[in-house]
């Protein structure tokens, strides 16, 4: 059984920064990558960034430059992060955290938290 959780999210004026914080805890055998999406209300979900094993990073280009996704220098953590700087109103939505769990096949797995929302309005 795994458990993602994510946590962070807030009201936050335009120009303003927030960090996200999403741990996998439970059976894990390894991970093969982690990101975040998010979903706006009539929208649908979206890739915000997405960190792999290897460290190689990729983001959607509306907020690049912006935002940056990292992992926990710990890797036993399982903890991604999602550093905003200069939120916008269309950063609003409700931000998912997104792990692809690796068993010892090889053969990887999808899981999602519950999501945390993330307001940006003055």
């Known amino acids: 059984q795994v458990h993602v959780a994510e946590s962070g999210g807030d009201l936050v004026q335009p120009g303003g920064s927030l960090r996200l914080a999403c741990v996998a805890s439970?059976?894990?055998?390894?991970?093969?990558?982690m990101g975040w999406y998010r979903q706006a209300p009539g929208k649908q979900r979206e890739l915000v960034a997405t960190?792999?094993?290897?460290?190689?990073?990729?983001?959607e280009d509306s907020v690049r430059g912006r935002i940056t996704i990292f992992r926990d220098s710990d890797n036993a953590k399982n903890t991604v992060y999602l550093q905003m700087n200069n939120l916008k109103a269309e950063d609003t939505a409700t931000y998912y955290c997104?792990?692809?769990?690796?068993?010892?096949?090889?053969?990887?797995?999808?899981?999602w938290g519950q999501g945390t929302q993330v307001t940006v309005s003055s």
């Open positions: 997104h792990v692809i769990i690796n068993d010892a096949s090889g053969v990887g797995f999808d899981y």
């Open positions: 439970g059976s894990i055998f390894s991970i093969y990558g």
């Open positions: 960190v792999h094993s290897g460290g190689s990073t990729n983001y």
